[in-house]
């Protein structure tokens, strides 16, 4: 064993999707002038905010070891409630409290299921993916909520010290979950649970509560992710998200969180967010047909889980 | 001509030598049981016959010519089936399409395989339906599956590993009739048990192992229980060796009952150590997690306890059997796997506080001697002795005043056992009462102030210092009830 191949592997497995990244807009950079700007940057960063909320609770749910497919449809009906509040004449930041805490509400709906009817959360979510967007779209009659008072615009559109709003909220939702995650005594039997539910429990932690917040977690993120979304779009859709938790759920792989749970983080997922970003900016000002594009996605996505398997298999 | 001779068998795992120079034969339509102390080499040696694991030297004959086993097909070809205590069956197919698995035909004609089914469930005298899913069966019937599974392999050695370790007493009566039924067939069976009345009841012979070595065969017509005994404990009669520790000052009684175990209790002074005996399926294996709140119904001074977190509330805490599934979270570093347990008393506001965290961390690791003394080092890269101390670390980082240990010794090399000893004498030192259920007489002879002995899932006999190893061995085994 030569010391210098534990320190290579070391470094892959630690820097690797950060060098993967760097790597990336070095690429892009060289085929494109337009791609490395302060404003195509920003212009990236504002897009993936959406994708990045969504995933920053989903990498939760998924460190301890579920899944929640409902978000999509989750993040619709919350937007279309909120927006029908506000439009209703509830004061905007009532509404978007109020939608806030029907996405908290309806992620715990979830959650129980998973905790407490012992239901796998692959299920659960799938029914919630279809009863939310259902409710969306009763709520709303199939038609799209507009006419929104000026706070839901500032939000999807307003900047601050430079930086758009949308910005902002991603890097505050991002560093909330890292903290929750890291330093908190929940956090820590969230990575005891997706390591070992046996375990845990054994050790006496509440692991049904804990279970329940991480879905509800992911509920409350997708709602947030839905305010910004109608800020952007000015108008709430019944159809909005569509597959959204497909994109977060692959930010979340490839920024190295495990699928069988109690490993992982929230930084890896800002990673795994900006590389899929970065890709389809790049595709975007490499004019690259969409149809292309998502099979170049695809392909990015199965590679990195490809490398990072080769790298966790040959460490042990 | 014996059908099997296995002469000379040797196999070393690392530093240890699991058999030294092991001679045994079988006779066809003979009811071999092999019988030793837990680490004696029994299912060692099975392995080698049944190609799980090659000897390291030494020659196997069967039927007359040397044969050499790579795998357990190239075994199964030869003739020599185990029905392995942990099931080898696919629970969600049908009883015929386990009978026939790996050997099923392209196409599965159900008429056919069905029709071949019942004739060997008859052989066995399982009247179930062919197409039943197995999970439905009770573990007994399982057991019969395999059987027959095995004589449709035309199966001629027959290795069965402790089988009625799950069974009741009526479930192992219709397997000891199938066994001599198979047996008159002509076939070869190898019965590893701990229990001396079955042995007595269906073999013909019995060869005893002890640290690995063959210490005896003897025609059971011709022995006795007592004998036996003699043979699996050795020579030197070991007795208690601890200065026991045991105050007046009682902690508390436990009352237990649940699924296979009669109501029972068990009352607890400071300083004691309370072992527990017992074959696996005596209850014994059940007491510690129900006594913790895991099924069953515990009570411990008056007041039930319902699960985990109360029981670790009430100053009771468990290090479970098995520590990679129960245990530890390998994901987690030594320091998280310690504070698993004591989150809440480690946190400020929900925050962790890293302080008291690492303080908690580095007393423990000091205590147990826990090498590396590491906090950030990850647990899955730890001995298995130190894997066991971070486990237990984990349960008296909760300042228990009751410690339940079950098996805490298991896959524990030699060095980190007695240094696991030492840590366990010296909780009884500082006054804990310590409960220690284990399937390895020694250990419960060096630690114990007081063994109960377990069979049928009730308490059976209660042991005091000083402890005759042979006297316990007997209990343990059955042989007292024999005599």
């Known amino acids: ?316 | 001509m014996a059908l099997l001779d296995m002469t000379g068998i040797h196999k070393r795992f690392g530093q240890v030598s699991a058999l030294a120079d092991v001679d045994f034969d079988l006779e066809a339509g003979e009811v071999h049981a092999l019988v030793g102390e837990n680490g004696a080499g029994k299912s060692t040696l099975m392995k080698v016959l049944a190609g799980v694991q090659r000897a390291d030297s030494g020659t196997m004959t069967l039927a007359g010519s040397v044969v050499r086993f790579g795998s357990v097909n190239e075994a199964q070809a030869h003739g020599v089936v185990m029905v392995y205590q942990e099931l080898a069956l696919v629970p969600s197919l049908s009883v015929a399409e386990n009978l026939f698995l790996g050997k099923l035909p392209k196409v599965v004609g159900y008429g056919a395989l069905f029709e071949r089914a019942r004739r060997l469930l008859t052989r066995v005298e399982l009247e179930v339906d062919p197409g039943t899913e197995v999970a439905r069966l009770s573990i007994g019937e399982k057991q019969l599956v395999e059987i027959a599974r095995a004589l449709a392999r035309e199966g001629r050695i027959l290795v069965l590993d402790e089988p009625t370790a799950a069974l009741s007493a009526t479930e192992s009566d219709r397997l000891f009739a199938i066994i001599d039924k198979v047996k008159q067939g002509g076939v070869a069976v190898v019965y590893i048990s701990h229990r001396l009345e079955e042995v007595f009841r269906i073999a013909d012979r019995v060869t005893v192992l002890r640290d690995g070595e063959r210490v005896g065969t003897r025609t059971v017509a011709d022995t006795s229980a007592d004998e036996i005994v003699q043979l699996m404990v050795g020579k030197s009669v070991r007795h208690h060796e601890r200065t026991p520790r045991t105050t007046e000052r009682t902690l508390g009684t436990f009352e237990a009952s649940g699924p296979g175990l009669a109501s029972m209790s068990i009352s607890l002074r400071a300083g004691e150590i309370v072992g527990l005996a017992g074959v696996i399926g005596s209850g014994r294996e059940r007491i510690l997690p129900t006594l913790f709140g895991l099924g069953g119904s515990a009570r411990w001074a008056g007041e039930s306890v319902r699960g985990p977190r109360e029981a670790i509330r009430r100053g009771i805490v468990l290090v479970p059997s098995d520590r990679k599934t129960q245990g530890l979270v390998v994901e987690l570093s030594v320091e998280e796997n310690v504070s698993l347990a004591t989150l809440s008393r480690l946190q400020r506001f929900g925050f962790m506080d890293r302080k008291r965290e690492r303080e908690q961390t580095r007393r423990w690791i000091d205590r147990l001697a826990l090498r590396p003394p590491d906090p950030r080092k990850s647990v899955r890269e730890l001995s298995g002795g130190n894997q066991q101390k971070v486990v237990i670390a984990k349960a008296l980082a909760t300042e228990p005043e009751v410690l339940l240990l079950d098996e805490p010794t298991r896959g524990v090399d030699v060095g980190a056992r007695a240094e696991l000893y030492d840590v366990i004498d010296d909780l009884s030192q500082r006054g804990l009462g310590l409960v220690l259920s284990s399937s390895d007489s020694e250990e419960l002879l060096r630690l114990s102030d007081r063994i109960l002995v377990f069979r049928g899932g009730r308490v059976t006999a209660e042991l005091l210092p000083p402890f005759a190893y042979e006297e316990v061995v007997a209990h343990v085994t059955g042989a007292r009830q024999l005599a």
């Open chain 1, 1 to 316: 064993m030569s010391l210098a191949r534990v320190n290579w592997r070391e470094i892959v497995a630690r820097f690797g999707l950060v060098m993967a990244l760097v790597a990336l807009v070095i690429v892009l950079s060289t085929l494109s002038d337009r791609f490395l700007t302060t404003s195509n940057i920003i212009n990236v960063l504002r897009q993936i905010s959406i994708n990045a909320i969504i995933a920053a609770g989903m990498t939760v749910v998924i460190i301890g070891r579920g899944i929640d497919l409902s978000v999509g449809s989750l993040l619709a009906l919350t937007g279309v409630v909120g927006a029908g509040l506000a439009v209703g004449g509830l004061p905007a930041g009532f509404a978007i409290l109020a939608a806030l805490a029907l996405g908290t509400a309806l992620g715990t709906f979830n959650g129980a299921f998973v905790a407490y009817a012992g239901i796998a959360p692959f299920i659960v979510t799938l029914a919630g993916l279809t009863i939310f967007r259902g409710a969306a779209l009763a709520f709303t009659d199939g038609r799209p909520i507009s006419g929104l008072p000026p706070l839901f615009r500032t939000i999807g559109y307003g900047d601050f010290l430079g930086l758009p709003i949308p910005v902002w909220i991603m890097l505050g939702f991002l560093i909330l979950t890292h903290v929750i995650l890291r330093y908190t005594a929940l956090g820590r039997a969230v990575y005891a649970i997706g390591g070992n539910e046996e375990a845990a429990r054994l050790s006496g932690i509440p692991v049904r509560r804990v279970i329940l917040f991480t879905f509800a977690y992911s509920g409350m993120a997708a709602a947030l992710a839905s305010m910004v979304l109608t800020g952007r779009l000015n108008s709430a859709q019944p159809s909005a998200g569509v597959m959204f938790e497909l994109d977060a759920i692959a930010a979340v792989v490839v920024g190295g969180t495990s699928l069988f749970g109690g490993r992982g983080g929230v930084f890896g997922t800002l990673i795994g967010a900006l590389i899929i970003g970065v890709i389809n900016n790049g595709m975007n000002l490499l004019n690259v047909p969409s149809f292309y594009q998502q099979i170049v996605k695809g392909g990015v996505i199965l590679g990195a889980l490809l490398i990072e398997r080769l790298v966790a298999t040959r460490r042990t």
